[in-house]
């Protein structure tokens, strides 16, 4: 099973809201992860969103607006990244990065699509 | 302005080496870790290694350790990475990215190389 599993895709319309999860395997603890959040464009490198480990360590991208934001669900097990007040440039995929077991390990991302 | 600029798209056979670069400017060069990170055509992201350019301290991820090579010359602020003998399953995007800091992620990327081999 892969260490970071997050869905392929996910729909929205403009103005709403989306949260983009990041789970992770099994016998891993969310709470002990900084989830690095990633943009990515079609033909554009990633983005640095932002990253977050609490409500007390965290940080957002330079020029990454506030409508970006992260959490966790302790209950899932999961990183969220959420993003409101959606707009059609949002439009992209989306990566969760760890550090785990001595190497970055990547989500295999999910493209968000607003319409 | 940190910035990262990587080397020109490679279109190469197999067997043939390579050797591409990313160049720093903007910032302190041997005090950030630089990453390489490849991405598959139509895939994700996959960490490769990364490098800290003041001591060439260098770790690879299991899945590319003996496959490719990182390097860096702090005298001309550039970090590389390279193979002795490429292969068509090396047809991908190649990103360098900045580590932030100790412990940290990646905030600076290049905007990449693209290789393909193909006989």
């Known amino acids: 099973q892969a260490v970071l599993i997050q869905p392929a895709s996910l729909s929205a319309s403009p103005g709403a809201s989306a949260s983009l999860t990041c789970t992770l395997r099994s016998g891993i603890n969310v709470g002990t992860y900084t989830i690095y959040w990633y943009q990515q464009k079609p033909g554009s490198p990633p983005q640095y969103v932002l990253r977050?480990?609490?409500?007390?360590?965290?940080?957002?991208g330079s020029g990454v607006p506030s409508r970006f934001s992260g959490s966790k669900d302790a209950s899932a097990n999961a990183g969220i990244l959420l993003i409101s007040g959606l707009q059609s440039e949002d439009e992209a995929d989306y990566y969760c990065m760890i550090w785990h077991s001595d190497a970055w390990v990547f989500g295999g991302g999910t493209k968000l699509t607003v319409l | 302005e940190v910035q990262l600029v990587q080397s020109g798209a490679e279109v190469k056979k197999p067997g043939e080496s390579l050797k591409v670069s990313c160049k720093a400017s903007g910032y302190s060069f041997p005090t950030y870790w630089i990453g390489w990170v490849r991405q598959m055509p139509g895939k994700g992201l996959e960490w490769m290694g990364i490098?800290?350019?003041?001591?060439?301290?260098?770790t690879y991820s299991p899945s590319f350790q003996g496959q490719v090579t990182i390097s860096a010359d702090e005298s001309i602020r550039s970090a590389y990475l390279q193979w002795s003998s490429l292969k068509a399953s090396d047809t991908a995007m190649y990103y360098c990215?900045?580590?932030?800091?100790?412990?940290?992620?990646?905030?600076?990327w290049g905007q990449g190389t693209m290789v393909t081999v193909s006989s």
């Open positions: 490098i800290y350019p003041g001591d060439s301290e260098t």
């Open positions: 990215a900045r580590r932030m800091g100790a412990d940290e992620g990646f905030d600076i």
């Open positions: 977050f480990k609490s409500d007390s360590d965290k940080q957002q």
